[in-house]
């Protein structure tokens, strides 16, 4: 853009012996239409012109935003440093001296539009990167070396409530547990102090304060990231409904399907817990073995199904009476069901089975062939021990299996108790039958 037409005519010409698609403008106004028109990749602006001067065309076109990045190159026979600079403040890329050296002005465009070039490039793969990121189903954190929170992508917005703007700035600490945030923080320490002869952090399980104050399940991969500072890259993976599913599956597996009271593996693995932690405390530990009288001859009269239903009431009433963290009440096989009472005397144990006979009893679920009575009713074996070292639990096992069926040799529907101590089992009932 040039006020004298032999000017802009011997520019065009050289412009298009280089190749270049050019238009010209004889003024600041025509420039400026031009220019947001066809979006050139650079704009040769002479200092002065009549009416508008390049520097108040070249001040229009920076304020414009569809103009705003085009690269200027003012040409003037104004060369004061005071001029120059006046053309750099406003956002000329370069400044030419007149007269026109057709050789120079070649070089100083074909390097403009080089730099234009890979600018572009370079911002295509910057917006390419940032699409990628903010389009990610994982979290990605940026953290420095101190815990604080650098960047955040929209996936972490999601996952943990927070604005992009309330993570930056943030530190790990008010996100994860204290101790495996202080684990964090001394890994990034080591790595910024000896990157090399520190090993990867790797991914591990997570648990993260949600903004609401309720916690998410994540997996936290932590890579490294060396630039003018050390920085860590944190991808973020929900694990919420996988750790929902394996729990559940846990729960499934430890759960009787028909009765949904615990199974014998649960329990077996509850008693073993409950064993060792009486053997440390002395304290006493009451089994409970509980049998459906003529539970074959229920099943036989009145079908399979009524025999589910009757044990899913059983069941009930036995959930019912197991109300502390160390009480558990299971299904052990058939209609034979069990119950632990952790830190519970023989008198208490015992107390504790009549109520739920008798609540048992208290259904009145009919049982038309029961020769013991007109409902439904169990015989409970109840045995109490205190664990030492060299005792068994398969001894409280049995020692309870004999007393319940000393309780169906006296008649059923009935409780009978005894010690498991360092006696037998055996010498154990026997002096129950003999009170």
């Known amino acids: 853009m040039d006020d004298a037409p032999e000017n802009l005519s011997a520019l065009r010409s050289m412009m298009v012996q280089q190749g270049y698609q050019t238009f010209v403008a004889n003024n600041g106004e025509r420039a400026l239409k031009i220019a947001r028109r066809v979006q050139p990749d650079l704009i040769l602006l002479d200092v002065l012109m009549p009416g508008m001067d390049g520097l108040e065309t070249c001040r229009q076109l920076k304020s414009h935003a569809s103009t705003q990045r085009i690269p200027v190159i003012f040409m003037s026979a104004k060369t004061e440093t005071e001029d120059v600079v006046a053309g750099f403040d406003i956002g000329a890329v370069d400044y030419i001296s007149k007269p026109l050296r057709m050789a120079e002005v070649c070089a100083r465009v074909r390097t403009q539009l080089q730099i234009r070039s890979r600018s572009e490039t370079q911002e295509e793969q910057a917006e390419r990167l940032r699409a990628i990121v903010n389009s990610m189903a994982e979290g990605l954190l940026i953290i420095e070396a101190d815990g604080r929170i650098q960047f955040a992508n929209p996936a972490c917005v999601n996952y943990l409530g927070y604005t992009e703007q309330e993570l930056a700035g943030r530190n790990i600490s008010e996100l994860l547990n204290p101790m495996v945030a202080q684990e964090y923080l001394d890994y990034f320490q080591r790595y910024s102090a000896e990157p090399e002869s520190t090993h990867s952090h790797g991914t591990r399980e997570v648990i993260i304060r949600h903004r609401n104050g309720s916690s998410v399940c994540m997996d936290l991969t932590l890579t490294?990231?060396?630039?003018?500072?050390?920085?860590?890259?944190?991808?973020?993976?929900?694990?919420?409904?996988?750790?929902?599913?394996?729990?559940?599956?846990?729960?499934?597996?430890?759960?009787?399907?028909?009765?949904?009271?615990?199974?014998?593996?649960?329990?077996?693995?509850?008693?073993?817990?409950?064993?060792?932690?009486?053997?440390?405390?002395?304290?006493?530990?009451?089994?409970?073995?509980?049998?459906?009288?003529?539970?074959?001859?229920?099943?036989?009269?009145?079908?399979?199904?009524?025999?589910?239903?009757?044990?899913?009431?059983?069941?009930?009433?036995?959930?019912?009476?197991?109300?502390?963290?160390?009480?558990?009440?299971?299904?052990?096989?058939?209609?034979?069901?069990?119950?632990?009472?952790?830190?519970?005397?023989?008198?208490?144990?015992?107390?504790?089975?009549?109520?739920?006979?008798?609540?048992?009893?208290?259904l009145q679920i009919p049982h038309p062939r029961s020769a013991t009575s007109p409902w439904l009713t169990v015989s409970i074996g109840v045995a109490t021990t205190h664990p030492r070292h060299l005792d068994s639990i398969e001894s409280l096992f049995v020692a309870a299996d004999r007393a319940m069926y000393v309780a169906k040799e006296h008649g059923r529907n009935q409780v009978q108790a005894t010690q498991c101590g360092s006696s037998s089992a055996m010498d154990a009932i026997k002096a129950l039958v003999l009170r």
């Open 224 to 362: 490294p990231m060396v630039l003018r500072q050390p920085l860590f890259v944190g991808l973020l993976h929900d694990i919420t409904h996988h750790k929902q599913s394996e729990d559940a599956l846990q729960r499934a597996a430890m759960i009787d399907p028909l009765t949904k009271i615990a199974n014998r593996r649960h329990f077996d693995s509850f008693i073993e817990k409950e064993w060792q932690r009486a053997m440390r405390s002395g304290l006493p530990l009451s089994l409970v073995v509980l049998d459906v009288d003529h539970f074959k001859l229920y099943n036989d009269t009145l079908g399979h199904p009524a025999g589910d239903a009757c044990l899913q009431q059983v069941a009930q009433a036995l959930a019912a009476h197991a109300l502390r963290q160390t009480d558990l009440a299971a299904r052990y096989g058939g209609e034979e069901f069990v119950l632990l009472f952790a830190e519970t005397d023989s008198a208490t144990a015992l107390q504790l089975a009549e109520a739920i006979r008798a609540r048992i009893e208290g």
